[in-house]
């Protein structure tokens, strides 16, 4: 089956203690992206990669790392979390690199994650 | 740099009936495409429906319908003969291709809820 995997679902954690939020896909897509959902902001995106070792910041990377060092695995690293790092994240990827945006954006299950 | 605004946080629909969800974007591009995402209370991101700026003929998907207009910026939502199982939070959404990096910019979201 197809799909994107993101684990944990669920995590509470303390303020600076390292966590990494893993991501991976089985469908051979190029482009993979982090967003983070926020009440009343909606998804925002932040970090991308267009492939293998190629990543860069979207809208709201401070506080995030990621890698691409496989083409199906794209996690996202919090070096020292803080409260307002609270929030519910998705990866996504796509089969293109930007080259025809109708294509669809496949989603993982999303992670809750509390930073106290 | 593009926005979507979706200004009705809620809205409430009775089943069976119709109802539309109003999304606005802003962007200087003239190719692009708009998406609206169902986000039921299991957090999975649903694509719903898809719409290329290209193309005249607006978007259907069964019982949902979009209202495409590209002056105006305007791309709206509608779903015939609700269901309780269409109770969820709608994002609009945008994306262009032929970008670096192909992000999708999402509305504020709305959440809708169906009463039987």
């Known amino acids: 089956e197809a799909q994107v995997t993101q684990n944990p679902r669920y995590l509470i954690t303390v303020t600076g203690k390292k966590l990494t939020v893993t991501c991976s896909q089985n469908?051979?897509?190029?482009?993979m992206s982090w967003y983070r959902q926020d009440p009343g902001l909606g998804l925002r995106q932040i970090y991308y990669?267009?492939?293998?070792?190629?990543?860069d910041k979207g809208d709201v990377p401070e506080g995030y790392k990621v890698s691409r060092k496989e083409k199906r695995n794209f996690p996202l690293i919090l070096e020292s979390p803080s409260p307002n790092q609270t929030s519910l994240y998705f990866c996504?990827?796509?089969?293109?690199?930007?080259?025809?945006?109708?294509?669809?954006?496949?989603f993982g299950q999303g992670t809750r994650l509390t930073v106290v | 740099a593009q926005t979507v605004t979706q200004s009705q946080p809620e809205m409430s629909v009775q089943e069976a009936e119709t109802v539309t969800l109003s999304c606005t974007y802003d962007?200087?591009?003239?190719?692009?495409?708009l998406f609206w995402y169902k986000q039921p209370p299991s957090r999975q991101m649903i694509l719903v429906i898809r719409?290329?700026?290209?193309?005249?003929q607006n978007a259907t998907e069964n019982r949902f319908s979009v209202n495409f207009q590209k002056a105006a910026k305007s791309f709206s939502l509608k779903i015939s003969d609700s269901q309780l199982g269409d109770a969820a939070m709608y994002f609009c959404?945008?994306?262009?291709?032929?970008?670096?990096?192909?992000?999708?910019?999402f509305g504020k979201g709305i959440t809708l809820s169906v009463r039987p």
């Open positions: 996504a990827s796509s089969p293109t690199g930007g080259a025809d945006g109708s294509t669809e954006a496949f």
């Open positions: 469908m051979n897509h190029e482009y």
């Open positions: 990669s267009m492939n293998v070792e190629v990543t």
């Open positions: 962007t200087s591009e003239s190719d692009y495409y």
């Open positions: 719409q290329e700026a290209y193309k005249q």
């Open positions: 959404a945008y994306r262009t291709p032929l970008r670096a990096n192909s992000k999708l910019t």
